[in-house]
């Protein structure tokens, strides 16, 4: 059992920085941010291996955002810079007990775990 709690999400700027965190409770194979926005579907952010290979961004977020996690502390984290408008969302953290291929780590459907959410906000 995997059980995850987000913190970290606010109210920012156009142009501002975030970073949110997720404690991890249990063992987990593959880590993930996920997002949902008002009236959209969840969408992939970015995920990695908790054993350190191949994190993978959407296209949105890539060259903006950054995926690290700290063993010691059991928390991973989202680094989220130059934030936009329609970055504003609900950021889920999500995890599998398996080693995700990159092809995978996209679909929502292959997450088993979930936090509860934490709301970030971009707006002037």
């Known amino acids: 059992q995997v059980q995850l709690v987000e913190s970290g999400g606010g109210l920012v700027l156009p142009g501002g920085s975030l970073r949110l965190s997720c404690e991890v409770s249990?063992?987990?194979?593959?880590m993930g941010w996920f997002r949902q926005a008002p009236g959209r579907e969840r969408e992939f952010v970015a995920a990695?291996?908790?054993?350190?290979?191949?994190?993978n961004y959407a296209s949105s977020v890539r060259g903006r955002f950054t995926i690290t996690r700290d063993n010691a502390k059991n928390t991973m984290y989202l680094q989220m810079n130059y934030l936009r408008r329609e970055d504003t969302a609900i950021y889920y953290c999500?995890?599998?007990?398996?080693?995700?291929?990159?092809?995978?780590?996209?679909?929502?459907?292959?997450?088993?775990?979930w936090g509860p959410g934490t709301q970030v906000t971009v707006s002037s």
């Open positions: 999500a995890a599998d007990a398996s080693n995700l291929i990159s092809s995978s780590m996209w679909s929502a459907g292959n997450y088993d775990y």
């Open positions: 249990g063992r987990a194979g593959t």
């Open positions: 990695m291996r908790w054993s350190g290979g191949g994190p």
